[in-house]
Nanobody
Framework: QVQLVESGGGLVQAGGSLRLSCAAS????????MGWHRQAPGKQRELVAR???????TYADSVKGRFTISRDNDKNTAVLQMDSLKPEDTAVYYCAADVTRYWSRRDYWGQGTQVTVSS
């Protein structure tokens, strides 16, 4: 099994910053890509940012220029730096990892961390 543990959510005023961290643990696994998704009340879960093992990144249009995803392959961690936060960024943020373990490849998810941006 692979476990993902997130940290760093909280309450911040509009224009402020937050930093989310995700750490993967387990045995005999290789992470192909890590990413962050979010889900606001009444809305579908959406991709926020994603980074591959080679460092290629993808961002939702709504966060481009404000959020930055980075990754430490040796430590199996990913960080989402969120700047210039807006009230519409309020959501539960989930870390996800595309993992190969033995002959199987699947996605793993963290438990989620709340991000609230006040206006």
């Amino acid at each position: 099994q692979v476990q993902l543990v997130e940290s760093g959510g909280g309450l911040v005023q509009a224009g402020g910053s937050l930093r989310l961290s995700c750490a993967a643990s387990g045995s005999a696994f290789v992470i192909n890509a890590m990413g962050w998704h979010r889900q606001a009340p009444g809305k579908q879960r959406e991709l926020v940012a994603r980074i591959t093992s080679g460092g290629s990144t993808t961002y939702a249009d709504s966060v481009k220029g404000r959020f930055t995803i980075s990754r430490d392959n040796d430590k199996n961690t990913a960080v989402l730096q969120m700047d210039s936060l807006k009230p519409e960024d309020t959501a539960v943020y989930y870390c996800a990892a595309d993992v190969t373990r033995y002959w199987s490849r699947r996605d793993y998810w963290g438990q989620g961390t709340q991000v609230t941006v006040s206006s």
